[in-house]
């Protein structure tokens, strides 16, 4: 028996037994065609070709039961199920055999085939696409060691993935180039600022001596101010979050504006101290930044802090400005005409630092003021 009429014949095993639990469960079929129907199985009307199937049949197998004896008849390369008891005989033939010698089945199925081979086929030219893809967006997000070349095929896919990875290649060059650059100065900058401090410390005038060291512990604080901004720019930063009073890192941005008559310039209005998970030294230097941007273009050189219960407000005097905020949030915007020195990168280097830890960098004008704030979700507040 080939393996078509096998798999016939365990179907009309499968119907029969099922058949037969029914029957045990006292739920027989209200239509037995119906049922036998469902099981791929055709009644047989024809009373000539019954007879046939009865009497020229080759019977595989019988069964008998409480409802009736059920046999399993090849006839003419098709499969039948024979039924009969006291009252009647029925035959079943399993269409399947019917479907097997179609040709049109036979065309159905070498066109699937086809189709399924095509499918699999561009599916598979695309993989390299959807691999270059995936290592684009890990080169967007900062990861510098992504190999988009890493396909070795040679046609337009390919080309472009080998471009991508030699334009790639150039900026990290460039990037290690700055890093060093940045890295050498920041330590070329320590060594006299060391010197100058033991030279310091061998003066006998207290008062020179204690000034002179308070310069040089500030020279200090900037030059790591440098480092992590350089850090920052290059996604090279990693966070060390920890929860922290807003007051705390008040104090830390205090020391760290090198301002002699803070309390003049600056006032704050802390209306919760505001528990705060940040890294405390870039968090403490967006506000520095913050602090420093306002005090620039104050038109009365007089700041505002305030602190309430989910976000952190600088205040400053001074007109409007002359185009949007995002505008001057990207890198070097600075106005032609503006007098105040700087690089145009403070507002820039907040906006970087909200972005890692997740919070929003808003601004607002009214009456004269203007308002920058970083909104947070607070751990809590006294």
């Not at 309430?308 to 990207?330: C, I, M, P, T």
């Amino acid at each position: 028996m080939n393996r078509a009429l096998g798999s016939m014949q365990a179907n009309q095993i499968n119907a029969v037994n099922n058949l037969l639990e029914l029957y045990k469960r006292n739920a027989p079929p209200s239509d037995i065609e119906r049922y036998f129907s469902s099981y791929g199985l055709e009644l047989v009307k024809d009373k000539n070709i019954i007879q046939n199937i009865i009497t020229s049949g080759k019977i595989f197998f019988v069964q008998d039961t409480s409802i009736g004896e059920f046999s399993s008849v090849e006839y003419n390369n098709s499969l039948f199920l024979n039924i009969k008891n006291n009252s009647f005989v029925v035959v079943f033939e399993s269409l399947g055999t019917k479907n097997l010698n179609d040709p049109l089945w036979v065309g159905f199925l070498l066109t699937m085939a086809v189709l399924i081979s095509l499918y699999l086929s561009i599916v598979r030219s695309f993989t390299p696409l959807k691999k270059l893809s995936k290592n684009i967006k890990k080169f967007a997000q900062g990861n510098l060691d992504v190999n988009l070349a890493a396909t070795h095929s040679e046609d337009e896919i390919g080309q472009v993935a080998q471009e991508f990875n030699n334009a790639i290649a150039k900026i990290q060059e460039l990037i290690r180039s700055r890093q060093l650059f940045l890295r050498t100065i920041m330590h070329e900058l320590k060594t006299p600022i060391g010197k100058g401090r033991l030279i310091t410390e061998m003066l006998d005038d207290e008062t020179q001596k204690e000034r002179l060291v308070n310069v040089f512990e500030r020279l200090e604080i900037l030059i790591n101010e440098f480092a992590k901004i350089e850090q920052l720019l290059s996604k090279s930063y990693s966070l060390n979050y920890q929860d922290y009073h807003f007051s705390l890192i008040l104090e830390q941005v205090k020391d760290m504006s090198m301002l002699d008559n803070w309390d003049e310039l600056i006032s704050s209005d802390i209306k919760c101290d505001a528990v705060i998970n940040v890294d405390f030294g870039l968090f403490a230097l967006a506000i520095k930044n913050l602090i420093d941007n306002a005090l620039k273009y104050s038109s009365d050189k007089k700041v505002r802090i305030i602190c309430d219960e989910n976000k952190v407000s600088v205040a400053n005097r001074g007109a409007a400005l002359a185009k949007s905020f995002e505008h001057y949030k990207q890198a070097f915007i600075r106005n032609k005409d503006e007098k105040a020195t700087g690089m145009g990168l403070g507002l820039y280097i907040i906006d970087k630092i909200c972005e890692l830890h997740k919070f929003r960098f808003e601004y607002n004008y009214s009456d004269g003021t203007h308002y920058f704030s970083i909104v947070f979700s607070p751990k809590g507040a006294i």
